[in-house]
């Protein structure tokens, strides 16, 4: 899968679109929102609104961890999640519905620009990485909803 594929990523979105407030997760602890604001916050650094240096736990596990999350399979339920991007209290879920969509176009829009950036636990890069990270992640959630 491919979010530079025109009908891929369009099927993604619609997938994001058929979210509800109130979908029942499959497993792991946080809700829809929670989980968008989630995806959201893994997002900033290809969107282009941040930038980090590649955590030490990364720089140990990360080459294990990237084939399975730039593979295009799915990832298994209850994958564990870096503790900065662990989603507590409530979250306004249309707002983060809607940024989530807005960030998955930027980071479509900025396909030239993700090779070579890093990533905080794979570390660096390349654009077709990026995009099997980026699909592999969303997918996992949204399969994590029943979506």
């Known amino acids: 899968m491919s979010l530079f594929d025109t009908q891929k990523f369009s099927e993604l979105l619609t997938r994001i ?3 509800q407030p109130d979908a029942q997760r499959q497993w792991g602890k946080m809700d829809a929102a929670q989980m968008l604001a989630h995806c959201n916050a893994t997002l900033a650094i290809p969107a282009g ?12 596990l990360g080459p294990f961890f990237k084939k399975v999350m730039i593979g295009g399979k799915p990832l298994k339920p209850n994958s564990p ?43 660096k890069l390349t654009t077709e990485e990026w995009d099997g990270a980026i699909y592999t992640h969303t997918n996992h959630h949204l399969r994590q909803f029943g979506v």
């Open 17 to 19: 679109d058929n979210l």
């Open 49 to 60: 609104e941040a930038t980090g240096k590649q955590m030490f736990m990364g720089k140990v």
């Open 81 to 123: 999640t870096a503790p900065n991007y662990i989603m507590t209290g409530e979250k306004d879920f249309a707002q983060e519905k809607e940024r989530l969509v807005a960030l998955l176009k930027t980071v479509v829009a900025r396909k030239d620009k993700l090779n070579g950036s890093i990533h905080l636990f794979l570390g």
